[in-house]
């Protein structure tokens, strides 16, 4: 009878080395500045050395999926039970947030006078925010070139490749061999993952230093309020909207997060989702969720569930208009939860993502001064660690669920290491 290894040290846990790291980064940034910031080079090396495996890691499990699957029907209702979820669920964050915002009111007092504030500071975000259409977002999909999707780390592009040659190769036998040589692949690729992640402890601590360095704890203190919101408002949508989700699928939301708690550190110490895509992937097919639903829900989820996103862009437009003591209607909340329902699903395919889709948001309302979301920048690093925390959550919960509507979840093995 073979006897379980044992337990390794607390200590040489990635979870505890990179919490480490963490509380070591913000310690230099508050104590040095200079040096801190100056540590920018550790975070975004480990940020690349996670992005240069996401594209291919997406592509290999999804041709696998799919190749496997051979059922092109059941791929069409992964889909679209999915992008319906995704809209349901955001749709949600949106209204969350803007409940929250209307009574708690933290930009109320500030009396901010939109001619005052330095509207150079916002026109890299304002730039380009024309360009935020549904046809460019769509058209942005198609790759010019296949190796250029992979070249730029285009997620939705890789997506349709990926869906593309998997369903190619599910109809002829000697497609075979080649999803099987994917397969492999995409094991090794998960490899040089894993020793990547060696690393996690060291690009958390340089990305850490780097924010509190560069905009201060300081800078918290004006807008304690406004992050308190996002704080309040992200918690009461995982506490209730998701946690009754996932418990109506036969998950704990709870233990899911402590099931993905290297995940969500790497995310604290990034303040980037990216950086946990490929351990979120492989920890959901470990947990029993089918690698078709896998390989479609969470790359597709990355662009379109994005529910942290969600809630600080309601409850930034709003803290912006009552900041600058610019009244809105009801009628005028509508629209801008309307306008957000369609503006959130394209972030991620732009550049700067949030604050381009904030500045296109307020521009196309005409009512709230663009200008106002330069109040944003100092916090701005801060608050997008809470938006990537709950967008983790919101996609591992649209996996479990969509496996589970699909009758693709072993619940007995998720049962197993949920209650690890």
């Not at 999707?149 to 890789?158: M, S, T």
Request: glycine share 10%; hydrophobic share 50%; proline share 5%.
């Amino acid at each position: 009878m073979n006897t379980p290894p044992p337990p390794k040290p607390f200590y040489k846990s990635l979870h505890f080395q990179v919490l480490v790291g963490i509380i070591l980064g913000v310690v230099l940034g508050a104590v040095d500045p200079a040096l801190g910031a100056s540590m920018k080079p550790l975070g975004d090396g480990f940020i690349k050395l996670v992005r240069m495996l996401i594209a291919p890691i997406i592509f290999c499990t999804v041709v696998v999926g799919i190749g496997n699957a051979g059922d092109m029907r059941k791929l069409g209702r992964i889909g679209v039970k999915s992008l319906l979820y995704f809209e349901v669920v955001t749709t949600f964050a949106l209204v969350i947030g803007l409940v929250v915002v209307k009574v708690l009111q933290p930009g109320a007092g500030m009396n901010v006078n939109p001619a005052t504030l330095d509207a150079k500071s916002i026109q890299d975000y304002a730039g380009p925010s024309k360009a935020l259409h549904t046809v460019d977002f769509l058209l942005n999909v198609i790759p010019d070139t296949m190796a250029g999707a992979f070249a730029k780390g285009e997620i939705l592009q890789v997506l349709l490749i990926a869906i593309l040659f998997g369903v190619a190769l599910g109809k002829f036998p000697q497609g075979r061999s080649i999803i099987a040589g994917c397969d492999n692949f995409v094991h090794a690729l998960f490899g040089v993952m894993e020793i990547v992640m060696k690393v996690a402890p060291i690009g958390s601590f340089g990305a850490m230093a780097f924010t509190v360095g560069k905009f201060g704890l300081k800078t918290l203190i004006p807008l304690a309020k406004l992050m308190g919101c996002v704080c309040l408002t992200s918690a009461l949508f995982i506490c209730i909207v998701l946690a009754a989700i996932s418990q109506a699928h036969g998950a704990n939301v709870f233990r899911l997060i402590r099931y993905l708690k290297e995940e969500f550190l790497i995310v604290l110490g990034t303040s980037s989702s990216e950086t946990a895509l490929p351990g979120l992937m492989r920890k959901l097919e470990a947990l029993g969720c089918a690698k078709p639903v896998v390989g479609l829900v969470v790359p597709s989820g990355y662009s379109f569930n994005l529910d942290g996103t969600s809630i600080y862009l309601t409850i930034a437009a709003i803290f912006v208009a009552q900041a600058t003591n610019t009244p809105l209607s009801t009628g005028q909340e509508f629209i801008l939860l309307l306008v957000l329902m369609l503006t959130s699903k394209g972030s991620a395919a732009v550049t700067g993502g949030g604050f381009i889709t904030l500045a296109a948001t307020l521009a196309s309302l005409g009512t709230v001064p663009v200008a106002g979301i330069a109040l944003l920048l100092g916090v701005d690093r801060f608050m997008s660690q809470v938006r990537a925390l709950t967008n983790l959550t919101g996609n591992a919960v649209a996996t479990v669920v969509i496996a589970r509507w699909e009758n693709e979840l072993d619940r007995d093995q998720m049962a197993r290491e949920l209650a690890k």
